[in-house]
């Protein structure tokens, strides 16, 4: 789905509840319990939609990117969180009984404790699930444990606030605005049931294995996948899958890695995957023949369909698997635009396929530069870090302005290099990054 489309949808489903209540004909109330209760159903509903910026669905996080996706999913948590926070502050109408001529509780508000509870629950479990995922990356417990945290803890949330919505909200009482809760709220639910059932269910019947795993660099593996029954995966280059290697897909242990290969280059999918925690220290210890199931494709770091007269690639460590398979496929399809790909490393022997990128310089044209932070002596390539003065220099030509920019590396190398693009006067939407981690 293209941008326009996904922020219509994604307004349309947070804002329907609020729409409902002001067009409902109930009196209004004075301007402080409005705004309590429009900050209680706005922080509502854009948890409702969380689910859907999960990362997970295709026509999202290849629509606008993982990375974007994940960064809306993060921020919007944090508004809600400050709605939901704020929400009972603002009232200013009396906690009492119903009054028989008040029909529409105009006067008081429900003092029913039980009606109140999921409200008070919910406001201080949310706290908690954004904090936690917050400060995720400093806390020692494994990624695995916080997404199952993470998950149960959202769905928790959900019923919680349901139940309050439904029992003590007054524009809830209007038939519609109840349905429209509920049958968001089962939205929510079914993504869990998608992700975790359904796409697992689908995934048995498309089983890959592993054919080999090779060191092609210092604490670098490339692992190559082959369909086991089926046709294999229709993907564009650059793109990336969810991959679970060695267990039932029902299982939580996957992670995202960046397919390497060229879709045109056969069934065969190939990953490059550096050793960095739990399952991928021990990738090099993967038997071949292992099973493996995988998500996706997603991402949309792609050059397919993009008709800018030039590409830069530039790639900090493995920030250059998505980028070799998009090479790959450029070379497959005798692209005759001008390439140049920027590859940093720390070091010589974090250098992966050097020799194939020789090759590419050689017969397809793509200009290959390497920069190395730490080069060994006799280095005649160019050093240093990838700052915005070499972005600069290798980027200044006018006719460059026009370039479509691929990024993919560590994130302060992708920040400094997008922001100096866009000072050189590219615009944003030729710029197109994929982060390897989004905390
Ligand atoms: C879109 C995308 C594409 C990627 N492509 C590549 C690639 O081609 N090659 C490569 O080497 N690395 C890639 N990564 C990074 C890779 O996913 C992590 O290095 C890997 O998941 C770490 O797992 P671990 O169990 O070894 O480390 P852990 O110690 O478990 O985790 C280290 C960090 O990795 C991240 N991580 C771990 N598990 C997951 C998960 N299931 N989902 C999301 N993040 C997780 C978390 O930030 C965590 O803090 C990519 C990441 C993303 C988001």
Redesign the pocket.
Known sequence: MKLKALTAFYLTLVLLPLLLAWMGARPPRGIPDELATGAGMLAFSIILVEFILSGRFRSVSSGVG??VTLRLHQLLARFALVLALVHPFFYRTPFARQLPWDPTRQLTLTPDFWAMAGGILAWLLLPSLVLLAIA??KLSY???AW?IMHGVGALLIVGLVLHHTLNAGRYSEDPVLRFVWLALSVGALATMIFVYLIKPLLQLGRVWRVVSVTPVANR?WELILKPTGHKGLKYKAGQ?V?LNLGHNPFS?????????SAPTSGPNLN???????????L?GKTPVGTTAYLDGP??NLVVSGRKEPGIALIAGG?GI??LLGILRQLKLEKDPRPTVLVYGNRAEDRITYRDELESLSRDHGTKVIHVLSEPPPGWTGRTGIMDAKLIAELFQSPEMKDWLYLLCGPVKMMTVTEDELIALGVPSNQVLS??????
């Open positions: 993982l990375d995720r990356s494994k990624y695995e997404r670098m990336f969810w939580i242990y996957e992670n995202p890695f960046s397919i390497s990953f490059l995957i550096k050793e960095l925690g739990d399952s991928t220290r990738i997603h991402g493995v698997a998505p994929e982060r390897f981690n989004y905390d």
